[in-house]
């Protein structure tokens, strides 16, 4: 075994993998071939250490320091998956600083008393069949098998179909509690997803709670016709009731202090001169606290039932996927903040994390690091090289803290 690669090597390496040349954002989506790249990449990275490599049931990637066996272990990783058009850091980045960490710890002659390990979560981001942290969620039992099998990207090839392309068994996946058993404590690193730590001026920062958040379909059905021959009295046009639900989702999201999105649309039959038969937005809603993401769900819908009405266009709304707001272990966020000293910032997010569907089974912290940018989810993502620095030291004293004792 030669040195491990080093922060900036594994950075490099993991740069090029599923970067879209037009845009220089990313599209590493669930069992695709920039997803196996970034596996390969993790399996290699585990290999060159020394590290025991395992996939779970459900297409996890593990890799372990100590007895994968033995309990109460520690572990920390995020995911290589990517929004479309995503940043290099949501995900790469906890991923990264969990080995770089690991090699600190070495470095530094750190003996470890409980077994650690690392992890790449599968399909977080939910680009391709839209359900978000779909590995941490059925290894949780928070996705049943059935349900799984549901799933379907935009050309109707189901999850199954495609974890088989990509050499995986499908009929494995469900719930893994004896393996979250051995897990004492889940500690994912991830890039800001805002500017708190950018305006407190601090490099790392510790995760409170994550806001309840969920994605909801709405099906406009209306009639495909002629868009120079159609009198606008005639029309039963859908596009246009989707476009008064946006700007009720606006309205409703600013009256109640929450946020709403529709971030994805597809349209039937898309052509320019003809009225749509069918516009299929997804809303993406998130509060501070149910009541209110309720309240703002259902005032959208109700917006959209009205226009619909008016509009002579049948809608359908199907919740696609919804997570509750996940408040940190205590004990173990205090934990954190003893190792890091007091002045730790910690900050809340409306951003999902696999740390996140976890924190049900497992006690589980999160540690945030600095995007000056505040911009995620897009390829303006950023985080400066001393941050990531700090991430990794940050990463690597609670590692030791909870560890190496
Ligand atoms: C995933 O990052 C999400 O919060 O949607
Ligand atoms: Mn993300
Ligand atoms: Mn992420
Ligand atoms: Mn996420």
């Not at 390969?40 to 490599?53: C, I, K, S, V």
């Not at 978000?132 to 109707?156: K, P, Y």
């Not at 903040?337 to 089974?361: N, Q």
Request: with cysteine.
């Amino acid at each position: 075994m030669g040195e491990a690669p080093s922060f900036h090597e594994m950075w490099r390496d993991l740069a090029p993998v599923g970067r879209d040349t037009r845009t220089r954002g990313y599209r590493r989506f669930a069992w695709t071939p920039a997803d196996a790249e970034c596996r390969a990449w993790f399996r290699a990275q585990a290999e060159a250490r020394g590290l025991t490599y395992e996939v779970d049931r459900n297409g996890n990637q593990w890799a372990w320091a100590g007895d994968p066996t033995a309990g109460d272990a520690v572990v920390t990783g995020s995911h290589l998956d990517s929004v479309p058009d995503g940043g290099a850091f949501d995900g790469p980045l906890g991923v990264v600083s969990a080995f770089a960490a690991l090699d600190e710890l070495r470095r530094r002659g750190a003996v470890p008393t409980r077994p650690l390990a690392l992890v790449n979560f599968g399909d977080e981001e939910g680009a391709r069949f839209g359900l978000a942290c779909v590995g941490s969620r059925l290894a949780a039992g928070q996705l049943t098998v059935e349900a799984a099998h549901r799933l379907r990207d935009g050309d109707g090839i189901s999850l199954p179909q495609a974890m088989e392309a990509a050499g995986y068994d499908p009929d494995a996946i469900g719930p893994d509690p004896e393996r979250l058993a051995r897990i004492g404590a889940f500690v994912e690193l991830h890039v800001e997803q805002g500017r708190a730590l950018d305006l407190s001026g601090d490099a790392v920062g510790i995760a409170s709670a994550i806001w309840p958040h969920g994605r909801w379909r709405f099906d406009f059905a209306g009639e495909a016709n002629h868009a120079g021959t159609t009198r606008l009295v005639d029309r039963r046009d859908p596009m246009l009731t989707y476009a008064e639900t946006v700007l009720a989702a606006r309205r409703e999201a600013q009256l109640a202090g929450a946020v709403a999105t529709f971030g994805k649309i597809s349209c039937e039959p898309n052509g320019v001169n003809a009225i749509p038969s069918l516009v299929r937005g997804w809303l993406d809603s998130r509060a501070a606290d149910q009541t209110t993401l309720d309240t703002v769900v259902t005032a959208v819908e109700r917006a959209a039932r009205e226009r619909a009405e008016r509009d002579g266009v049948d809608l359908t709304v199907v919740r696609e996927s919804f997570t509750p707001v996940v408040e940190f272990e205590h004990a173990l966020r205090d934990e954190l903040a003893k190792i890091l000293g007091g002045h730790t910032p910690v900050l809340g997010t409306g951003a999902g994390h696999d740390a996140g569907i976890l924190s049900g089974t497992v006690p589980t912290a999160m540690l945030f690091v600095r995007n000056p940018t505040g911009v995620s989810h897009s390829p303006a993502e950023f985080a400066g090289e001393d941050d990531c620095v700090a991430g990794v030291l940050a990463l690597a004293d609670v590692l030791e803290g909870l560890a190496c004792r």
